[in-house]
C-alpha cells in the first residue's frame, strides 16, 4: 500500500482527470456519430493513454532534477516547486525513478501495438508524434519545452487534446472525422491553460536554470495578460464544437465554469502574489474537470436521446 500511495504522488496522478476526458470525449463521439462502441479498445486505449501521460510526467521530473530546475525552486521562498519531490527529496533514487518511468513508457507502447494490430495504421501517426513530443519536451538535444516560443504550449493542446481524442475515436471506427479537431480544443486548450498558470509558480527559477518557459520569455506581468486570453479561446472552442456539430447546443453549459476564474483575473489584477498564483492554477485545474465532465455528459444525453 506505501508503494502504491508512493507510486501515485511520484507520478503526479492529479492530472490524470484530463486524460480520462479526453479518451471519453474520443469514444463516447464514435458511439454517437457512428453507433460503435468496442469496449476493449476503450480499455486499451485508456490504459496506454494514461501510461503516456505517467510516463511524460515522470520524465519531465527526472530531466528537471537533473538540470537543477525543481531543485532550485526549494531553495526561493518567492516560487513553488511542483514537481512530486521523489528525485529532490531522495525519496526516490533516480535509477528507481527511471525503471518506473520506462515502465509506463513500455505500457504504452504496448498498448499501441495492440492496438495498431486491432484498429489500423492511423494508430502509428498518433503514437510516434505522441511519443516524440513526450519523449523530447525536456529532454535533449531538442528540449522545446525550454524555447520559450509557444512550443510547450502547442504540445499540450496537441498531446491532451488532439491526439487521444483522435486516437479514442479511431480505434473504436478506423477512420477519422473532421469534427475530431473542435472537438479536441476545449479540453486541450484547458489543459494548456493550467500548465501556462502552473509557470507562474517557478518562473524566477526557470529563468535560472535556463528553462524558457513563455512566461520566462514573455515575464509575469505580459503572461498574466495572455492567460484570461487563453479562457476566452477555451470559451470558443466551446461554441465552435456547437457551432461545427461536434457537441449539441446544451454544451454551452459549460461555459458556466469559467465565471470562477473571471472574477479571480479580476481580483488578481492589482496584486499578484505566490499564493494567489496557486489559487489561479487550481481554480484552473477545477474547471477543466468541471467542463470536460460536462462535455461529456453532453454528448452521453446526446447518444442516449438518439442524436440530437
Known amino acids: 500500500m506505501l508503494r502504491l500511495r508512493q507510486f501515485v504522488q511520484a507520478s503526479r496522478m492529479l492530472f490524470l482527470p484530463i ?11 464514435a458511439y454517437v456519430w457512428n453507433g460503435v462502441f468496442h ?20 520524465f519531465n521530473d527526472f530531466w528537471d532534477y537533473l538540470s537543477g530546475a525543481d531543485k532550485a525552486a526549494y531553495e526561493r521562498e518567492d516560487t513553488a516547486s511542483t514537481d512530486s519531490g521523489f528525485l529532490t527529496q531522495k525519496i526516490w533514487s ?5 525503471i ?3 515502465l509506463m513508457g513500455g505500457i504504452a507502447c504496448l498498448c499501441g501495438l495492440i492496438l495498431f494490430l486491432s484498429s489500423g495504421w492511423g494508430v502509428v501517426p498518433l503514437c510516434l508524434v505522441g511519443g516524440f513530443l513526450a519523449f523530447f519536451y525536456v529532454a535533449p538535444p531538442v528540449r522545446f519545452g525550454y524555447w520559450g516560443q509557444g512550443t510547450s504550449e ?3 493542446v496537441i498531446c491532451f487534446g488532439l491526439l487521444p481524442v483522435m486516437g479514442a475515436y479511431y480505434v473504436q471506427v478506423s477512420h477519422f472525422d473532421w469534427r475530431l479537431l473542435p472537438l479536441s480544443l476545449p479540453i486541450g ?11 507562474f509558480l517557478h518562473w524566477q527559477t526557470d529563468r535560472l536554470a535556463g528553462k524558457r518557459t513563455l512566461v520566462v520569455s514573455l515575464g509575469e506581468r505580459k503572461s498574466f495578460r495572455l492567460s484570461p486570453i487563453l479562457l476566452l479561446l477555451v470559451c470558443l472552442s466551446v461554441v465552435a464544437c456547437v457551432l461545427t456539430g461536434a457537441l449539441p447546443a446544451y454544451a454551452l453549459i459549460a461555459l458556466l465554469t469559467a465565471w470562477p476564474l473571471v472574477r479571480m483575473y479580476r481580483k488578481m489584477r492589482t496584486e499578484r502574489t505566490l499564493q494567489s498564483h496557486r489559487s489561479l492554477m487550481a481554480m484552473s485545474m477545477t474547471m477543466t474537470i468541471r467542463c470536460g465532465a460536462i462535455l ?8 442516449l436521446a438518439g442524436g440530437f
Open 100 to 102: 518506473v518511468t520506462l
Open 39 to 58: 469496449p476493449v479498445a476503450f480499455v486499451l486505449a485508456l490504459v496506454g493513454s494514461c501510461a503516456a501521460h505517467l510516463f511524460s510526467t515522470m
Open 296 to 303: 461529456i455528459a453532453a454528448m452521453a444525453v446526446q447518444g
Open 94 to 98: 533516480l535509477p528507481a525513478f527511471l
Open 154 to 156: 502547442l504540445a499540450h
Open 189 to 199: 486548450l484547458l489543459t494548456t491553460l493550467v500548465f501556462f498558470n502552473h509557470h
Open 19 to 29: 486524460m480520462l476526458i479526453c479518451i471519453a470525449l474520443g469514444t463516447l463521439a
